[in-house]
């Protein structure tokens, strides 16, 4: 079965580039968001197994949105990402309770679907 994404970036050439790597990796991405109020609600509708956050959106910050979606009852795994490769520090994804951060221009040589599947 493959893991459900939820992509949350304010680029939609980002969201669309992600999409197609997250695809290629066997991941299946179930929806999209631009702002953190909307990936809020969007996590809550759709439940995703996991989201791929960008750290700088307009309406907020991306680490504070990752704490609060890998808070969810179901505990979804969160990847960080920024173009800024310094976006994140170590205690910033410990805080936020996300798997980790890779920098946007590292994502398409990352190990995505290790880090955003719950390996059993």
Same mark, same amino acid.
């Given at each position: 079965m493959s893991a459900s994404v939820l992509v949350v970036d304010d680029d939609p050439v980002f969201r669309r580039l992600a999409r197609r790597m997250l695809t290629a990796g066997g991941l299946?991405? !179930?929806?999209?968001?631009d702002t953190?109020?909307?990936?809020?609600d969007v996590a809550r509708e759709v439940r995703p197994d996991a989201a791929l956050v960008d750290v700088? %959106? &307009?309406?907020?910050d991306g680490v +504070?949105?990752?704490?609060? !979606?890998?808070? %969810? &009852?179901w505990r979804p795994l969160? %990847? %960080?990402?920024? +173009?800024?490769p310094d976006a994140a520090s170590?205690?910033?994804i410990r805080r936020s309770g996300a798997n980790g951060f890779v920098a946007k221009h590292e994502l398409p040589n990352a190990p995505?679907?290790?880090l955003l599947v719950r390996q059993s």
């Open positions: 299946v991405v !179930i929806a999209e968001a953190v109020a909307a990936a809020m700088g %959106l &307009p309406d907020g +504070t949105l990752a704490s609060y !979606i890998a808070a %969810l &009852p969160v %990847l %960080l990402t920024s +173009t800024d170590g205690d910033d995505l679907r290790q």
